[in-house]
């Protein structure tokens, strides 16, 4: 079978590899649609700290299952699945308090297992452990069920950020999280959405899409001055930073309404991984800054759920499809900032 194997930064090869073999307790699936992602492009340009090299990337996964390993119930040769990403151990102190997400023991497919840039994927015991293979719904493409697992990570975005009803929302970055983060926050009773993008270009194609109520585009105005006037003087009360920039999140704190809540979704790059944050703003006005950790197996259920009963449409930001042994062409049309979001169909 064809694979995609990451070796070390500027090295992913399109391989021929052995077709896996299923063992006890594992589930083997026939990949249809593995989408890519900003990660995949770190990866590809600087590697992973995380990541066992040699190693099959591909972490946003659905397929079919073909087989099914000694020992496993409930699943079947045929059935329609979407594959976690993140997978906690479930018995640390932290995943024991509900807290799956920060599990200091996490292991990750694509990163320590091999991932679903193949034709055929091993799902893990591991996987199976903690609830994380789901079930498609009928009348759900792969392709969509693939983003299910960024779906979940901006999930759990806005369950900590407390994104409500009435709420006047910024996401900062127009971007496929960006993207995801105002259709989920339009999902959840947002009363106004905010875009905003240093890129003007890609914010208007994203603006197309996704609808919000204003863009303000970061290089040609002052966006904490385009928001406070937009909101009459008061500001947001909910600022997602959805991109990996230092000053998105200063911007963002400065653009906060008194007891607003600030997202630092988006990691820094690990040279630059500090920003400045006035203390005394926080104090007076209550702010809160949070961050996020991507997702539980229970929010990637949830979020298949958001994207079947189509609360969150995902169908329109799918951009590209193009095949496996095109996958550095995928990465590149990330990098540079082409698409919205690119899928791979082994």
């Not at 023991?105 to 452990?129: N, T």
Request: glycine content about 10%; some cysteine; proline content about 5%.
């Amino acid at each position: 079978m064809k694979v995609a194997r990451f070796y070390a930064p500027g090295d992913i090869r399109l391989e021929d590899a052995d077709e896996p073999q299923v063992s006890a307790g594992e589930v083997k699936i026939r990949v249809r649609n593995c989408s890519t992602c900003g990660t995949d492009v770190k990866i590809s340009t600087s590697g992973h700290p995380n990541m066992s090299a040699p190693q099959i990337m591909g972490h946003e996964i659905a397929g079919e299952i073909v087989d099914v390993g000694a020992g496993v119930d409930g699943w079947s040769a045929g059935d329609r699945v979407q594959v976690i990403a993140a997978i906690p151990d479930g018995s640390c102190d932290d995943c024991l308090a509900g807290h799956e997400t920060i599990c200091p023991h996490q292991l990750s497919m694509g990163y320590q297992f091999p991932g679903g840039f193949a034709e055929f994927m091993i799902v893990p015991r591991e996987v199976l452990a903690v609830d994380g293979l789901n079930r498609i719904p009928d009348g759900l493409g792969f392709a969509e069920a693939s983003l299910a697992e960024p779906l979940a990570c901006v999930l759990n975005g806005q369950e900590l950020a407390r994104v409500g009803a009435g709420d006047t929302v910024v996401v900062m970055g127009s971007g496929p999280i960006g993207c995801l983060h105002v259709r989920l926050a339009r999902s959840r009773g947002a009363g106004r959405v905010i875009l905003i993008d240093i890129n003007a270009a890609r914010l208007a194609e994203a603006a197309v899409i996704v609808k919000p109520d204003l863009t303000i585009v970061s290089s040609e105005t002052d966006p904490v001055e385009a928001v406070l006037a937009a909101t009459d003087g008061r500001g947001a009360d909910v600022v997602i930073t959805a991109a990996a920039s230092g000053a998105a999140q200063e911007q963002g704190l400065r653009m906060l309404a008194r007891r607003g809540r600030l997202s630092l979704f988006g990691g820094l790059p690990r040279d630059r991984p500090t920003i400045t944050v006035d203390s005394n703003l926080v104090h007076y006005r209550e702010l809160t800054i949070v961050g996020v950790n991507g997702s539980s197996p229970a929010h990637n259920k949830r979020a298949l759920q958001l994207i079947a009963s189509g609360d969150v449409v995902v169908s329109d930001l799918i951009t590209h499809t193009l095949p496996l042994d095109r996958l550095l062409d995928a990465i590149d049309i990330v990098a540079r900032g082409e698409a919205i979001k690119v899928t791979i169909e082994p």
